[in-house]
């Protein structure tokens, strides 16, 4: 048996709703991006939503949108992909890293309170902090919240993980943070191959977003310096980018949305299959919070080499020999030789460090089958006794 670690889930209905749009008129710039994001948007509970090509470009966005440049700060957490730093990279901004909490494996809402306390003696406050709902378990948004008001950063939340997700009741991308940002790549919640997506409860950032999204260009002369010459016109107010959705894919988007809670339940039912299966192993299993609900991007175990004969190493192997494709999720981006050559090193981040020394994604897809899920486990006790 061969299984997947993640698999997009597309059925007839999407690939109905993705040829529709080849027969019609417009492939892009047409109606069915303003048509994904109006949906996004009342799912999620929010007042705006800005599609983008992908979760990559739109955090680029969101970071010109708050204002980050040269001189500034951002912050974010290790235990992520590396394009949760690299946004602040692409602005000329400085980039640091605040550790995680073991249990829930988000950044520590208590190290980032210490950290913005000896960052304000040094004068060295981050402009804007970007927490990552890792696995898709939102992170403490009101308390950060209030560390944001307090210190004076704005929040840009990675909730790459984490379409649909709730916190205190409500879906995560309209409250608490100032941007929110979603991936749509085939492993994750909902796809349209590539794609993200800005939402924000702010007029202003909105306007912001739609402008950086398609080259700084404006069609309303409301937002022109001088009178509009004609029906041809358009001006060019700030520099922009063409990180655009296309028609197509806002079609899948919409689709895949549209079947959002058959999505969570089946990753949810998978995610509840495994508590129970692996409840008896030496491992550290992920994090139920009774204020907030995951989305399940990933389901990692944690392993505990003091409690197994076999190492990490020797586990991940041996599962990948089975067929069965377990993955990593994350080396601390701070070690990667691109941030090391800034002046970051092992040590830097212990709690990020040893959460990855022990951690193995394995596979959790929302058209898993019991068979592939008991697969999985059987290979996974063998390899621990190994
Ligand atoms: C996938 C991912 C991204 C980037 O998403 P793309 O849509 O592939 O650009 C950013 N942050 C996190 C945490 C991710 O998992």
Partial sequence: MQIP?????????????????????????????????????????????VAHCNAT??????????????????????????????????????????????????MSTTALAEKLEAAKEAGR??????????????????????????????????????????????????????????SFHPVKIVTTAEGGMCTTQDDELAHRLRLLRSHGITRNSADMTAPSEGGWYYQQVTLGFNYRLTDLQAALGRSQLMRLPELHAAREARARRYDTLLERLPLHLPARLNDRTSAHHLYVIGVDETATKASRAQIFANLREAGVAANVHYIPIHLQPHY????????????????????????????????QQDYVVEKLKRALEA
């Fill in 57 to 106: 470009a739109a955090l680029h966005t969101a970071c010109i949108a708050l204002g980050v440049g040269p001189g500034d700060w951002v912050w974010t957490a290790p235990n992520s992909f590396v394009a949760s730093a690299n946004c602040a990279l692409y602005c000329g901004a400085g980039v640091d890293f605040v550790d995680i909490d073991p249990v829930t494996r988000n």
């Fill in 340 to 371: 090391r050559a800034m002046g970051f090193n092992e040590g830097d981040f212990p709690a990020a460090e040893a959460y990855y020394r022990g951690a193995i994604t394995i596979p959790l897809f929302p058209a898993m089958s019991d068979a």
């Fill in 125 to 182: 406050l981050p402009k804007v902090v970007i927490p990552v709902d890792f696995s898709g378990l939102p992170v403490d948004l009101s308390e950060m919240r209030q560390l944001a008001d307090r210190f004076g950063f704005a929040i840009i939340e990675d909730a790459s993980h984490a379409v649909g997700a709730t916190y205190k009741g409500r879906p995560i991308g309209g409250q608490y943070a100032d941007i929110t940002v979603f």
């Fill in 5 to 49: 670690y993640s698999r997009q889930w597309i059925d007839e209905v999407d690939i109905e709703a993705v040829v529709e749009v080849l027969r019609s008129d417009f492939l892009t710039q047409g109606p069915a991006v303003e048509a994904f994001e109006e949906a996004f948007a009342q799912v999620h509970g929010v007042a705006h939503a």
